[in-house]
């Protein structure tokens, strides 16, 4: 069975950009939750997605957004990068008891 | 608030002892608390499950409490190995508007020496 797929493994943008982060959960799971992790701060929730609708929110900017489509992939969206938002963005997939992870999709604003 | 604390700083031990890793938790009784595993650079994977009317947890050479009374869980792994070595996470859900949210605390680094 596949895992937690995220695309791209690494990005690098300029301040000001956009950039969108892909994720294709596990088969049959619907629920995807995205996190974002820096060295100072650790993992961060952003937010979850459960058969396209967004069930719960972090506390991050409205600069950071997603989605979930259909077939249950998972994209999220941040606009108008800051250098702050440099980190490894990941992606679970969840089953009864736990996460699946994806490995991750470093980002790096410069 | 409610909050996570682990030992921020890293735990070295000789190869074939025991390490016991700690996570704590505030103003909160979760219905579970999970530990995961994270190699540098790569996503957490998830390791054990432990459930609030559960006192002990094991699987292979770890093994996992979990106090609701201290609002404590440790974390042992028996026999460790240089293979060992990562950063280990506990995680708990929270309520936040009416769902849960998985909520991890910020790692305890492990360094077994050989």
């Known amino acids: 069975k596949a895992g937690v797929t995220q695309t791209p493994r690494y990005l690098i943008k300029t301040r000001g950009q956009q950039v969108t982060l892909s994720c294709s959960p596990i088969?049959?799971?619907?629920?995807v939750s995205w996190y974002q992790q820096t060295p100072g701060q650790g993992l961060q929730f952003l937010f979850e997605?459960?058969?396209?609708?967004?069930?719960n929110k972090g506390n991050f900017p409205g600069r950071f957004s997603g989605r979930q489509f259909s077939n249950s992939r998972s994209e999220m969206n941040v606009s108008t990068l800051e250098l702050g938002d440099s980190a490894l963005y990941l992606c679970?997939?969840?089953?009864?008891?736990?996460?699946?992870f994806g490995s991750g999709t470093r980002l790096t604003v410069v | 608030s409610q909050k996570i604390e682990q030992n921020s700083e890293a735990l070295n031990i000789q190869e074939g002892k025991t390490a016991t890793l700690t996570c704590n938790y505030t103003?909160?009784?979760?219905?579970?608390l999970q530990w995961y595993r994270q190699d540098p650079g790569r996503g957490p994977v998830f390791l054990l499950l432990?459930?609030?009317?559960?006192k002990e947890k094991r699987k292979e050479r770890l093994k996992v409490t979990f106090d609701t009374t201290l609002k404590q869980s440790l974390f042992h792994i028996t026999a460790s190995q240089p293979a060992d070595s990562a950063t280990y996470l506990c995680?708990?859900?929270?309520?936040?508007?009416?769902?849960?949210?998985?909520?991890f605390g910020t790692g305890t680094k492990l360094q077994v020496i050989p």
């Open positions: 432990i459930r609030e009317n559960e």
């Open positions: 995680a708990l859900p929270m309520n936040s508007g009416g769902y849960q949210k998985v909520t």
């Open positions: 997605y459960f058969s396209e609708t967004q069930r």
């Open positions: 088969s049959g799971h619907r629920s």
């Open positions: 103003n909160y009784s979760p219905a579970y």
């Open positions: 679970a997939s969840s089953f009864d008891g736990g996460y699946t």
